[in-house]
């Protein structure tokens, strides 16, 4: 089951222009797979200013190492429009459990 760090929402909106998640204890390999279907799937969500654009302006690769799983990206000031911080959090939170991760998502502020 993945574990959703308390502050996941808050932490994402107080970092949106150099935003980071991470997934610890879970199966790296797995973590991989859902991270980068997650970075897949915050560009399917349309920047509210110029819909025929995505949201992130940048989005690094997925990295890991022996124990956790990070990638960072960029949307800034998206906690100005309503919703648009849930949408994202969803969306990263649908792509694990996606490929059934089980571990402790945190956003790194």
Do not use: C, N, W
Not at 30 to 36: C, D, E, H, N, S
Not at 72 to 87: H, N, V, W
Not at 89 to 106: F, S
């Amino acid at each position: 089951m993945l574990e959703i760090d308390p502050a996941f929402r808050e932490k994402l909106a107080a970092s949106t222009g150099a935003a980071q998640v991470v997934v610890r204890s879970a199966d790296v390999d797995a973590a991989v797979r859902g991270l980068r279907r997650a970075r897949t799937a915050l560009f399917q969500i349309p920047h509210p200013e110029e819909p025929e654009d995505p949201l992130p302006s940048y989005a690094s690769a997925v990295e890991a190492d022996e124990t956790s799983a990070r990638f960072r990206f960029d949307i800034a000031d998206a906690e100005a429009y309503t919703g648009l911080i849930d949408q994202v959090a969803d969306a990263i939170i649908a792509a694990l459990e996606a490929e059934g991760v089980d571990g402790h998502l945190a956003a790194i502020t």
